[in-house]
Antibody, heavy 120, light 110 residues
Framework: QVQLQESGPGLVKPSQTLSLTCTVS??????????WSWIRQHPGKGLEWIGY???????YYNPSLKSRVTISVDTSKNQFSLKLSSVTAADTAVYYC????????????WGQGTLVTVSS | QSALTQPASVSGSPGQSITISCTGT?????????VSWYQQHPGKAPKLMIY???KRPSGVSNRFSGSKSGNTASLTISGLQAEDEADYYC??????????FGGGTKLTVL
């Protein structure tokens, strides 16, 4: 079955760019029909959409993060990536990559999540 | 759009049934049969439990069921077990290629 795995630095300095990659195995991003998503969870808080990308490259970003977010896809590597610029301590969170169906439901599967801490 | 409204916490004893509500608006929950529910144990990723209001993925216990009335969706867990203790999140399609999560509900099994 499809599995997702996040990778990237666990510590980022304030004002720098957070970069994460999600590697998809057991299925092809290019097969279509799914939105490859980034979702984050602040410590002790709820889930927040960051955005998503379709294999064709079309994207959607949460309006509250839109000015700082870029999501890209590399179909040759079966990966998609997240860049979040000008980070502050408020961006400290567990970041999940996930696959969302048409109409953004269901969201399944999810990666295991990776904690990114913003600190100097 | 605003987050869906869930109770912060619910509790129940083993064997009992509990229901978690998820209240949205006519723009999200009320307009689409596209509500899903996720279970999250501490330190773990969310797990899909219910999708399209009441459908259960393969492997999810039939003790979990979902329903919707108007702008409110509900998740019911029957025959409560200790392993059900977790956080639960609802999520609804909200139109224009967006969806919104609920704030989450902590289920305590007494």
């Amino acid at each position: 079955q499809v599995q997702l795995q996040e990778s990237g630095p666990g510590l980022v300095k304030p004002s720098q760019t957070l970069s994460l990659t999600c590697t998809v195995s057991g299925g092809s991003i290019s097969s279509g029909g799914y939105y490859w998503s980034w979702i984050r969870q602040h410590p002790g808080k709820g889930l927040e959409w960051i955005g998503y990308i379709y294999y064709s490259g079309s994207t959607y970003y949460n309006p509250s993060l839109k000015s700082r977010v870029t999501i890209s896809v590399d179909t040759s590597k079966n990966q998609f990536s997240l860049k979040l610029s000008s980070v502050t301590a408020a961006d400290t969170a567990v970041y999940y990559c996930a696959r969302a169906g048409v109409m953004l439901t269901p969201i399944d599967p999810w990666g295991q999540g990776t904690l990114v801490t913003v600190s100097s | 759009q605003s987050a869906l409204t869930q109770p912060a916490s619910v509790s129940g004893s083993p064997g009992q049934s509990i229901t978690i509500s998820c209240t949205g608006t006519s723009s999200d929950v009320g307009s689409y049969n596209l509500v899903s529910w996720y279970q999250q144990h501490p330190g773990k990723a969310p797990k899909l439990m219910i999708y399209e209001v009441s459908k259960r993925p393969s492997g999810v216990s039939n003790r979990f069921s979902g329903s919707k009335s108007g702008n409110t969706a509900s998740l019911t867990i029957s025959g409560l077990q200790a392993e059900d203790e977790a956080d639960y999140y609802c999520c609804s399609y909200a139109g224009s290629s967006t969806s919104v999560f609920g704030g989450g509900t902590k289920l305590t099994v007494l």
